[in-house]
T-cell receptor
Framework: SQTIHQWPATLVQPVGSPLSLECTVE??????LYWYRQAAGRGLQLLFY??????ISSEVPQNLSASRPQDRQFILSSKKLLLSDSGFYLC??????????????FGNGTRLTVT | KQEVTQIPAALSVPEGENLVLNCSFT??????LQWFRQDPGKGLTSLLL?????REQTSGRLNASLDKSSGRSTLYIAASQPGDSATYLC??????????FGEGTQLTVNP
């Protein structure tokens, strides 16, 4: 069966420090991978998605970046965190190029607090 | 731009009650609609996915309907239990690989 791992679960970082969140998927090949952010009182915002190794699409201009060095690994990074980067970050995956009949599967999320 | 609205924002019901959660979307040209459950501090769990050609999907005590032309979906929960307490989110896909989420309905089922 497929599983998705996301870490760390919580993170407290000072303003201006770098960030690296990692997500890995097991039990599937060539998944679509996604990074979402959920801010308090707001819905989920798609940050990045990837349909293959090295292929990253950015949805929102910001100081975050994403990379997919391996088929089932997705990394969210920042060189210098801002206070506004605080939030709940969720990694997700789905099969194939389009959702169609393939639901979206989420990791357990990372609670990031920038101080 | 697709917008998804969920009403009510919060709902509190006694155990055993049947209930309906509502989701509306502005652009009816969708590929599918999904309902998710989110427990506090956790990720989202997919509950039901309705393709654009379908009108409803059922899983256990859950039934989701889709009226694409009117831009509406409902999630029906039968015989609610305290374990159903969570935030329920709907999301629609209107172009490849992108979902637009509503802000969710926070459900509390009181024993």
């Amino acid at each position: 069966s497929q599983t998705i791992h996301q870490w760390p679960a919580t993170l407290v970082q000072p303003v201006g420090s770098p960030l690296s969140l990692e997500c890995t998927v097991e039990g599937t090949s060539n998944p679509n991978l996604y990074w979402y952010r959920q801010a308090a009182g707001r819905g989920l915002q798609l940050l990045f998605y990837s349909v293959g190794i090295g292929q990253i699409s950015s949805e929102v201009p910001q100081n975050l970046s994403a990379s997919r060095p391996q088929d089932r690994q997705f990394i969210l990074s920042s060189k210098k965190l801002l206070l506004s980067d605080s939030g709940f970050y969720l990694c997700a995956w789905s099969e194939g190029a389009f959702f169609d009949d393939s639901p979206l599967h989420f990791g357990n999320g990372t609670r990031l607090t920038v101080t | 731009k697709q917008e998804v609205t969920q009403i009510p924002a919060a709902l509190s019901v006694p155990e055993g009650e049947n209930l309906v959660l509502n989701c509306s979307f502005t652009d009816s040209a969708i590929y599918n609609l999904q309902w998710f459950r989110q427990d506090p501090g956790k990720g989202l769990t997919s509950l039901l996915l309705i393709q654009s050609s379908q009108r409803e999907q059922t899983s256990g005590r859950l039934n989701a309907s889709l009226d694409k032309s009117s831009g509406r979906s409902t999630l029906y929960i039968a015989a609610s239990q305290p374990g159903d307490s969570a935030t329920y989110l709907c999301a629609v896909e209107t172009s490849g690989s992108r979902l637009t989420f509503g802000e969710g309905t926070q459900l509390t089922v009181n024993p």
